[in-house]
């Protein structure tokens, strides 16, 4: 019953994010915001919106290990996997200067989060802090954008508007997408959670470690889907992208909403393994950013390996024993 809880909440997640975005960007379109506008904003965020909602219902839960685990989990295997197995099929090269710009700011974000969670709590006062540093970067890229003339550039952190058909017709038919969009994720959230707590319990292992993997994987579905449909396109630029705009908004938008609403204590074994394997994570892609390298099929392999041998060292128990360790 709990797998079919997990299942049935990654489904209403998966869908009710879609249906959101689909709605969101309809109604945007309706009140005449520009394209780039509604790539930075309403896009990024509806599609965030699954990981959003997974983080404070477990915030609120009182299960940090899932909150954390979800944001750090999900940052690594957009890196390690959602780059890695597309590469596999066709090589992912860097495009843009922004992109480059952006990977930057991606690092800087991950080494801000790993020394706030140093203390041991995000408060609601950092929370507000990551969250307004992540707006002041969209206006940032909003100008940056305009004054080069790059209407499209909104697809490095939100995702090309193209991709999304279906759109409704009419302002009522949108609001109506939203709302229905609204009570999947919630509901998807709240069936995710306690499905995972429950086979946390069953199975022995840590809540942490279903957060890592279980949680942080399904929420990163989408972007898993946008990066491979991007590798066939032969659209490299779009894959980084995509990578890139998601871990930003995993960090300052996602944790800094959910510290805003409740402050997020962080487990001891976090500190232990998983930051320093997203900070190694962030640093090799902007290795491949700074050289301009393209990302090949046997490095898209050994990334994708890489990924496998850090689940299965969460699974061995390798974060535990670290924390242990450091005691």
């Not at 540093?133 to 939100?158: H, Q, T």
């Not at 994987?217 to 991007?230: D, I, K, Q, Y």
């Not at 301009?292 to 496998?308: D, E, K, P, Q």
Request: glycine letters at 14%; charged letters at 10%; hydrophobic letters at 60%.
């Amino acid at each position: 019953m709990t797998y079919l809880m997990v299942a049935g909440g990654l489904i209403l997640l998966l869908v009710g994010g879609d249906v959101l975005v689909r709605g969101a960007v309809s109604l945007a379109q309706c009140v005449g915001l520009p394209p780039l506008l509604i790539g930075l904003t309403v896009v990024a965020f509806g599609t965030s919106s699954p990981e959003l909602v997974v983080s404070v219902n477990a915030a609120l839960a009182g299960v940090p290990e899932i909150a954390i685990g979800n944001v750090v989990g999900s940052n690594i295997a957009n890196i390690l996997l959602v780059l890695g197995l597309p590469a596999t099929i066709f090589p992912i090269a860097f495009g843009p200067g922004s992109l480059r710009r952006d990977t930057v700011v991606m690092l800087l974000a991950s080494i801000g989060f790993v020394l706030l969670a140093l203390s041991g709590e995000i408060l609601r006062w950092q929370g507000l802090a990551m969250l307004a540093l992540l707006i002041g970067f969209l206006v940032w890229c909003y100008r940056s954008a305009r004054r080069r003339g790059y209407e499209d550039e909104g697809a490095v952190i939100g995702g090309s508007l193209d991709e999304i058909s279906g759109r409704p017709r009419g302002i009522w038919f949108a609001v109506a997408f939203i709302a229905l969009g609204l009570v999947g994720l919630v509901l998807g959230a709240h069936l995710l959670v306690e499905g995972a707590v429950a086979i946390a319990a069953a199975a022995g292992v840590s809540k942490a470690v279903i957060g890592l993997t279980v949680v942080a994987l399904g929420t990163s579905l989408p972007e898993l889907a946008t990066s491979l449909v991007a590798a066939v396109r032969r659209q490299g630029d779009v894959a980084i992208g995509n990578v890139v705009g998601s871990n930003l908004f995993n960090i300052l938008g996602i944790m800094g909403i959910t510290a805003i609403v409740t402050p997020v204590p962080v487990p001891a074994e976090f500190i232990g393994f998983d930051f320093w394997v997203m900070l190694a994570a962030t640093f090799l892609l902007l290795g491949f950013a700074a050289r301009g390298r393209a990302i090949g099929r046997v490095t898209g392999g050994l990334l994708s390996a890489a990924y496998c041998a850090y689940v299965f060292a969460l699974f061995a128990g390798v974060s535990e024993m670290t924390d242990m360790a450091s005691l």
